[in-house]
């Protein structure tokens, strides 16, 4: 009995064992790798881009979100997802993620999530062997915060020399293919108009300029977001008004201005909400770093600290 007992026990361990064995790069790549050569084919996306991203997102396949949601690319929910969902922390707590029956399927929906979303609508007039890039605009495009990622998916295909499944391969238009969990169709030929704004960049944050006729459900419609993130990125409540000429950010503020961008000194008419969206830092780290307990408007003449704590002194200690 206790010999059976002990074989069982062993056989166990050795199942969990193999369950929790990490992947390496290399076999994550030989895995995958045709089907990101199916996706260039198909969308004209490199597949050196695409095996990059899945290795860097979902850390070989060993990650949470993609054993628990087949999601390798990090994708969220977004307004326009209408299949399931699984919840982790994130850029914000409790963050929302698609969940996919197969990676197939995350593989699949990654190529329609960027020919079909407007800000990567740039990344199409570029060679599909000029991997740098198509590395640096899917940063500048805002897909994600990391300033490193352009770097980080350039040493990957470097590294592993990915850029050897960009050569030779004959690309064909999917017609009319469309994601039952979004009801989007992905371009013919990938001649996806530019975004009715113009995106620009302050402390690598992503932002536009209001005009006339904008609104928050227009904008969030048009850069696949919730109403509710451009409220908080912005410090905005939903009873703010929108104003020509006015600088709304589309990515989360920084918690320091840029290097460099030590202290601002107050002028007439300005106020701690305008020095925070024209540094494009947070009002709380603005609050913390310089001892304000409220949303006091700030005197002229003022020091504002952007990147440091203010020094403390006998006045602000009482």
């Known amino acids: 009995?206790?010999?059976?007992?002990?074989?069982?026990?062993?056989?166990?361990?050795?199942?969990?064992?193999?369950?929790?064995?990490?992947?390496?790069?290399?076999?994550?790549?030989?895995?995958?790798?045709?089907?990101?050569?199916?996706?260039?084919?198909?969308?004209?996306?490199?597949?050196?881009?695409?095996?990059?991203?899945?290795?860097?997102?979902?850390?070989?396949?060993?990650?949470?979100?993609?054993?628990?949601?087949?999601?390798?690319?990090?994708?969220?929910?977004?307004?326009?997802?209408?299949?399931?969902?699984?919840?982790?922390?994130?850029?914000?707590?409790?963050?929302?993620?698609?969940?996919?029956?197969?990676?197939?399927?995350?593989?699949?929906?990654?190529?329609?999530?960027?020919?079909?979303?407007?800000?990567?609508?740039?990344?199409?007039?570029?060679?599909?062997?000029?991997?740098?890039?198509?590395?640096?605009?899917?940063?500048?495009?805002?897909?994600?915060?990391?300033?490193?990622?352009?770097?980080?998916?350039?040493?990957?295909?470097?590294?592993?020399?990915?850029?050897?499944?960009?050569?030779?391969?004959?690309?064909?238009?999917?017609q009319n293919k469309t994601n039952n969990q979004t009801g989007k169709t992905a371009s013919e030929d990938w001649n996806i108009q530019l975004n009715k704004h113009e995106v620009k960049k302050n402390n690598d944050v992503l932002y536009i300029i209001i005009k006339q006729n904008d609104s928050f459900e227009g904008i969030a419609k048009e850069f696949d977001l919730w109403e509710k993130q451009l409220y908080k990125f912005n410090d905005l409540t939903k009873d703010s008004v929108l104003r020509i000429g006015q600088v709304l950010y589309i990515q989360p503020k920084r918690n320091k201005a840029e290097y460099g961008k030590d202290k601002h000194t107050v002028k007439q008419g300005e106020t701690l909400y305008t020095i925070s969206q024209y540094y494009a830092v947070k009002m709380k780290k603005l609050r913390y770093r310089n001892n304000i307990m409220s949303d006091q408007d700030v005197k002229p003449g003022d020091i504002i600290y952007l990147r440091t704590r203010r020094p403390l002194t006998p006045e602000t200690i009482k």
């Open 1 to 174: 009995m206790k010999i059976i007992c002990t074989f069982l026990f062993f056989g166990i361990l050795m199942i969990s064992n193999a369950q929790n064995k990490r992947i390496t790069r290399l076999e994550y790549i030989e895995q995958y790798k045709q089907d990101a050569i199916d996706e260039m084919r198909k969308t004209g996306i490199p597949a050196s881009i695409t095996l990059a991203q899945a290795c860097l997102e979902s850390d070989d396949g060993n990650s949470w979100l993609a054993k628990e949601a087949n999601n390798h690319f990090g994708i969220k929910c977004g307004m326009n997802w209408n299949g399931e969902k699984v919840y982790k922390d994130d850029d914000n707590p409790n963050d929302c993620f698609r969940k996919y029956k197969s990676v197939k399927e995350s593989f699949d929906d990654h190529s329609l999530y960027l020919t079909t979303t407007k800000r990567y609508a740039g990344l199409f007039q570029l060679e599909t062997k000029d991997y740098k890039g198509w590395a640096r605009g899917l940063k500048d495009a805002g897909y994600a915060t990391n300033p490193q990622y352009a770097d980080l998916l350039i040493k990957i295909i470097e590294d592993f020399q990915l850029y050897n499944f960009d050569e030779n391969i004959k690309i064909t238009t999917n």
